[in-house]
T-cell receptor, first 114, second 117 residues
Framework: QKEVEQNSGPLSVPEGAIASLNCTYS??????FFWYRQYSGKSPELIMS????GDKEDGRFTAQLNKASQYVSLLIRDSQPSDSATYLC??????????????FGTGTRLTIIP | NAGVMQNPRHLVRRRGQEARLRCSPM?????VYWYRQLPEEGLKFMVY????????ESGMPKERFSAEFPKEGPSILRIQQVVRGDSAAYFC???????????????FGPGTRLTVT
């Protein structure tokens, strides 16, 4: 079983709609969860972090965490063509003793259709 | 506030040569992580360093690869006797490392794309 799993896509969403990206993880004790956006040929860009169960909103982005189900998701509202990218889910191990090395999923490729 | 800096951005080496990749963390960040992204694969952790200390090198191949983060200057990832399979994008990320204040998010540099011919 992969430690962090994501649907590789591609996921196509019409402009203006909600894009929903999902991620599951295997380490039940993981405490920290991150979503990164990576454009082709570029480096990962942090867009959301979440540490507690529930929802966390930042602009058009909402991260949702359910530790009991070992599930984290990212919603992008009012999707724009500039949101077309690969979205990476990342998780820190437990226990980590201050070592926050990230385990990444393989990413979901999102395409916003104008 | 300058972001994470990496150089060179592109590096071409012949098989058997050495590659040196440099990373300067964001101002105020004392934790450096190196990751490798092979073509069409995900990002993989290699090594975690603090100033003058290697904390975790569990993701780094045991041979030919080494890393350091000296008291002064950038962190360096060194690959000796490169082979074609080392061709990849190497990313450095830095973090303030203050988990108690929630300041442990990692910010990535632009990466070094290594091509071994």
């Amino acid at each position: 079983q992969k430690e962090v799993e994501q649907n590789s896509g591609p996921l196509s969403v019409p402009e203006g709609a909600i894009a929903s990206l999902n991620c599951t993880y295997s380490d039940r004790g993981s405490q920290s969860f991150f979503w990164y956006r990576q454009y082709s040929g570029k480096s990962p860009e942090l867009i959301m972090s979440i540490y507690s169960n529930g929802d966390k909103e930042d602009g058009r982005f909402t991260a949702q965490l359910n530790k009991a189900s070992q599930y984290v998701s990212l919603l992008i509202r009012d999707s724009q063509p500039s949101d077309s990218a690969t979205y990476l889910c990342a998780v820190t191990p437990f226990p980590n003793f201050g070592n926050e090395k990230l385990t990444f999923g393989t990413g979901t490729r999102l395409t916003i259709i104008p | 506030n300058a972001g994470v800096m990496q150089n060179p951005r592109h590096l071409v080496r012949r098989r058997g040569q050495e590659a040196r990749l440099r990373c300067s963390p964001m101002k105020g960040h004392s934790h450096v992580y190196w990751y490798r992204q092979l073509p069409e694969e995900g990002l993989k952790f290699m090594v975690y360093l603090q100033k003058e200390n290697i904390i975790d090198e569990s993701g780094m191949p045991k041979e030919r690869f080494s890393a350091e983060f000296p008291k002064e200057g950038p962190s360096i990832l060194r690959i000796q006797q490169v082979v074609r399979g080392d061709s990849a994008a190497y990313f450095c990320a830095s973090s303030p490392g203050d988990r108690d204040r929630g300041l442990h998010e990692q910010y990535f540099g632009p990466g070094t794309r290594l091509t071994v011919t």
